[in-house]
């Protein structure tokens, strides 16, 4: 066993194994009543078998290298990395060769941190989104990877909010909130200016989705969501497919019937009012592709809601 520490070990957090899969918890590192934002920096960090945890973990490489697992494989790191682990997914470290790494772990619905211009950020949709979801098809070629000056002003950020954490003088809350939003941005900004396939990829598809999730209750055509994301029909087509597993306009309809889903739970809107406000003007195809993609009508849906999955949110 070995504790995973702060950089200066002042702070043991939680035993590690080096093997077997385990999981990490909120309550490890956040008590109900603690700021639920931490950093965890680690100078020479150890092999590190499967785990998952219920917080969210923006990681930045330093020094060093290793080979990072997850379920579907692994991936090669080196110094200016960064990518986000979300809660739930597994991963690990195999093959450590002086690695220094800094984790960055928060709860986002405690946090309750301000989104004012992230929806519309595809820097942020890529890197905090869709590459953490779609790592495996892509094979972690869309990670972030910050050039030596800009990963030195990062770690000075980091830094700097691991200090206010760690002093928690008057007003650390609001500074801490203020340094986490600033490292989130501009990593967010770096990752506009990638020049990778993969990269640019998810930026379109993030311009894509933001237009769909905007105006889904327009009448949208493929033509138009092309044209947004400066691409041919077949090329969106494709992209689309390979990331999501589905068309953008399956992904349009499913995305239309998930609103129209918590819509006739909430409300008392008539079918055809409820398909109207989902930009669905014919009722009789709206309840086709209700019970197409839920498995019942929208009027069975209303008396006895079941599980529907809808695209992954983006936000």
């Not at 923006?58 to 986000?84: C, K, N, Q, W």
């Amino acid at each position: 066993m070995k504790t995973l520490s702060t950089r200066d070990d002042s702070t043991a957090l939680f035993p590690l194994p080096y093997r077997g899969h385990f999981s990490a918890h909120r309550e490890d590192i956040f008590s109900e009543d603690e700021f639920p934002l931490a950093v965890i920096w680690v100078t020479d960090h150890p092999d590190l078998g499967l785990h998952t945890h219920d917080f969210t973990e923006l990681v930045l490489v330093l020094d060093g290298s290793a080979r990072h697992m997850t379920d579907e494989g692994e991936y090669l790191i080196h110094p200016g990395d960064v990518f986000v682990i979300p809660p739930g997914v597994a991963h690990g470290y195999s093959g450590c060769d002086g690695m220094e790494l800094v984790n960055i772990v928060y709860e986002t619905n405690r946090l309750n941190l301000p989104n004012t211009g992230l929806k519309g950020f595809p820097g942020y949709r890529a890197l905090f989104t869709l590459e953490p979801a779609f790592r495996s098809r892509h094979e972690f070629k869309g990670r972030l990877h910050l050039p030596p000056h800009k990963c030195r002003a990062m770690t000075q950020l980091v830094s700097d909010l691991q200090e206010e954490l760690w002093h928690r003088k008057d007003g650390f809350h609001f500074i801490c909130l203020t340094l986490l939003m600033q490292i989130i941005g501009l990593l967010s900004r770096v990752y506009t200016e990638m020049e990778t396939s993969t990269s640019r990829s998810f930026l379109r598809l993030a311009r894509v989705l933001q237009h769909i999730e905007t105006h889904y209750a327009d009448d949208l055509k493929l033509e138009d969501l092309a044209k947004t994301a400066g691409m041919s029909n077949r090329t969106l087509q494709r992209c689309f497919q390979e990331t999501f597993a589905m068309s953008p306009i399956h992904f349009l309809n499913r995305l239309r019937v998930g609103n129209a889903c918590r819509e006739l739970l909430r409300s008392n809107s008539t079918i055809i009012e409820v398909a109207e406000s989902v930009g669905i003007a014919d009722s009789n195809y709206f309840s086709r592709l209700f019970q197409q993609l839920v498995g019942i009508s929208p009027s069975a849906y209303r008396k006895t809601p079941s599980s529907f999955t809808t695209p992954p949110k983006v936000h």
